[in-house]
T-cell receptor, first 117, second 113 residues
C-alpha cells in the first residue's frame, strides 16, 4: 500500500506549549489529507480535512484556532496543537487520500501520541 | 441512526475458525466500502476494499457487499491469534462539499489460541 509517515511518534509537553505534528506522503502526492483524533478505547474522530493550497475544513466542534493545519505541499500537512492542555492528550492520526494501487481511499500514518502534563 | 454501524464486540472465535464481521450503512447512494484493521495502540491499516455487489477475496479475507440490504461484511478464514484487533468498516460519503470516509466504531475481534 501507499506509505504515509508521521513525526514525531510520541511527544510529551507541558501545559500551555504548542506542538507541531508532521504528516508526509512518501511515495505519492496527496492533494487531500485528513487529521483524526482517537481517545483510548474510542473510535476515530475526524478533526479536519486538509487541502493543498487552501484552508482546512474543520469538523463541527473542532476549534480551528486551537488546531492549526497547514498543507503547503502535495506531500506534507502539519497539525499544530496550540496552547495544549491535558485534555488534548490523545492519539493523533493523519491520513492521505490517493488513487494509487487502483484504490480510491485513505492510507493512515502511524500516529502521534500526545501527552500534555 | 449512525451512518455506519458495527457491533462493538468483542467477537471471540477459536483459532482456525471463520470470523464474520458485519457492518450496515445508512446512505443508499454509497459506492465504496473499506475494511481497516487497527491493532491496539496503532493506526488503522487498509486490508480490503469493495465497490461491487458480491464477494471479493484476498487471501484469507473475503469482503461481501449487498447494496440492496445496505450491508458489508468481512470474513476471515482460518483465524489466527494475530488477527486479534479492532476492525473498522468505512464508507465513502460526500459531506460538506467533499468526499470523506465515514467510519463505524469498530468491532473488536479476539482469536483464542
Amino acid at each position: 500500500g501507499a506509505v504515509v509517515s508521521q513525526h514525531p511518534s510520541r511527544v510529551i509537553c507541558k501545559s500551555g506549549t504548542s506542538v507541531k505534528i508532521e504528516c508526509r506522503s512518501l511515495d505519492f502526492q496527496a492533494t487531500t489529507m485528513f487529521w483524526y483524533r482517537q481517545f483510548p478505547k474510542q473510535s476515530l474522530m475526524l478533526m479536519a480535512t486538509s487541502n493543498e493550497g487552501s484552508k482546512a475544513t474543520y469538523e463541527q466542534g473542532v476549534e480551528k484556532d486551537k488546531f492549526l493545519i497547514n498543507h503547503a505541499s502535495l506531500t506534507l500537512s502539519t497539525l499544530t496543537v496550540t496552547s495544549a492542555h491535558p485534555e488534548d492528550s490523545s492519539f493523533y492520526i493523519c491520513s492521505a487520500h490517493t488513487t494509487k494501487h487502483s484504490t480510491d481511499t485513505q492510507y493512515f500514518g502511524p500516529g502521534t501520541r500526545l501527552t500534555v502534563l | 441512526q449512525k451512518e455506519v454501524e458495527q457491533n462493538s464486540g468483542p467477537l471471540s472465535v477459536p483459532e482456525g475458525a471463520i470470523a464474520s464481521l458485519n457492518c450496515t450503512y445508512s446512505d443508499r447512494g454509497s459506492q465504496s466500502f473499506f475494511w481497516y484493521r487497527q491493532y491496539s495502540g496503532k493506526s488503522p491499516e487498509l486490508i480490503m476494499f469493495i465497490y461491487s455487489n458480491g464477494d471479493k477475496e484476498d487471501g484469507r479475507f473475503t469482503a461481501q457487499l449487498n447494496k440492496a440490504s445496505q450491508y458489508v461484511s468481512l470474513l476471515i478464514r482460518d483465524s489466527q491469534p494475530s488477527d486479534s484487533a479492532t476492525y473498522l468498516c468505512a464508507v465513502k460519503g460526500y459531506r460538506d462539499s467533499s468526499y470523506k470516509l465515514i467510519f463505524g466504531s469498530g468491532t473488536r475481534l479476539l482469536v483464542r489460541p
